[in-house]
């Protein structure tokens, strides 16, 4: 989604045309579901997948010849024998797909002012008519609607645009893409933009090194914290946002846990990592795990139970970190772990909220880093 919302402004400012589809609606079985993405660039790649198979090719052949001059189109597709997968299996569902292609230098800077409220941790949603029988108000209009008061772009009625503001509580609270229809003379595509959690990795050896890779491809911002400056690199760690280098202990310490902050402590010691979950045990973090034999997290618990750490705090720590799938190697054991965090983060934006803790899933024994 980031790489698609960072590719449209450069499209409008070089005088381009691609055309951004998108999933909006969904009933029954369907491959995706709404704010599913694909863009489509000028020279015929694609960014992103409305779910493949026969309705993302006719969708892109669609949104190609709209490319060539056409306007923006709400397509509807029935999953039926016409729109089966290619192995046959049909899902039976519907689908609309609305085909946008942002032209205006107004455009490209809504785009460029939602990624850096995104970057600002401000959520938002942004609402676009794919619909309308309203005068005034034309298909493919656009609007933002941010929870820091900011409100960029037009519906095109003042009506419609007190509705759907009305509405975009409910849906930032749901975190769910939905499409708003008023009295039936315009459908408004709402699209929850909450802010990336970040993935505070605490160790650049093997393991995190792994985690880097699947937490940026699983749209976590990637923070490495490491005091070996050959480990904690750009040419090692290129999915990296950001890389600190410095005593352990210290910059976690410095660095601003919020509850959006995911953290996972594999470093190469013991010692290591006793330091680095005191600097953090007691941070507004949504995630701590802590890796290593179950001896190892009681002499760390024990340790930090002693200079006065609460139980309750520990408590909160997944230890040993990761999913029990009997993982061996480097690679399963990031996938582990990578499945607890998506488990924590899709548990948290299931109910809207950042504070509850769903049930603990049984953890793996596994080395250290």
């Known amino acids: 989604m980031r790489e698609i919302y960072q590719k449209i402004p450069k499209l409008i400012e070089s005088s381009q045309v691609g055309a951004y589809c998108t999933v909006v609606e969904t009933k029954g079985s369907t491959p995706q579901k709404p704010g599913s993405k694909l863009l489509i660039l000028p020279d015929l790649r694609n960014v992103g997948t409305l779910g493949g198979g026969c309705v993302e090719a006719e969708a892109r052949r669609q949104a190609i010849g709209l490319m060539q001059g056409g ?8 999953l039926d024998s016409d729109y089966g997968w290619d192995d046959g299996l049909i899902c039976g569902g519907n689908m ?11 455009e490209a800077e809504m785009f460029e002012r939602l990624q850096s409220l995104n970057e600002e941790q401000v959520p938002l949603v942004c609402a676009t008519v794919v ?30 645009e007190t509705a759907v503001e009305e509405k975009t509580p409910e ?9 708003f229809q008023e009295n039936e003379t315009a459908g408004v595509f709402l699209e929850p933009l909450q802010p990336r959690p970040t993935l505070l990795v605490a160790g650049a050896g093997h393991v995190g090194q792994a985690l880097c890779h699947l937490g940026s491809w699983l749209d976590f911002d990637i923070v490495i914290v490491d005091d070996r400056a050959d480990f904690a690199s750009a040419e090692r760690l290129p ?32 010692q290591h990592d006793e330091s680095a979950l005191h600097a953090v045990v007691e941070s507004d973090a949504r995630y701590i795990g802590l890796i290593g034999s179950r001896r190892k997290i009681k002499l760390i618990f024990d340790d930090l139970l002693e200079i006065g750490i609460p139980k309750e705090r520990l408590q909160r720590v997944y230890a040993p970190v990761g999913l029990n799938i009997n993982s061996k190697t480097v690679p399963e054991i990031a996938v ?6 998506i488990q924590i983060r899709n548990a948290a934006e299931s109910i809207g909220t950042f504070d509850a803790q769903p049930e603990r899933m049984p953890t793996i024994k596994v080395a250290g880093a």
């Open 71 to 78: 306007v923006p189109r709400l397509l509807e597709f029935q």
């Open 96 to 106: 609309k797909i609305f085909i946008d292609l942002p032209k205006t230098g107004t």
């Open 131 to 160: 619909s309308s029988e309203k005068e005034g108000v034309e298909v493919g209009m656009k609007m933002i609607f941010a929870t820091n008061g900011e409100r960029i772009g037009t519906l095109g009625d003042s009506a419609l």
């Open 171 to 179: 849906v930032l609270e749901d975190n769910r893409a939905v499409l």
């Open 239 to 270: 999915e990296a946002d950001k890389i600190i280098v410095g005593d352990i202990e210290t910059e976690l310490r410095n660095y601003p846990i919020t509850p959006l902050t995911y953290v996972v402590i594999v470093t190469r010691g013991h």
């Open 336 to 341: 582990s772990i990578a499945s607890q965090l």
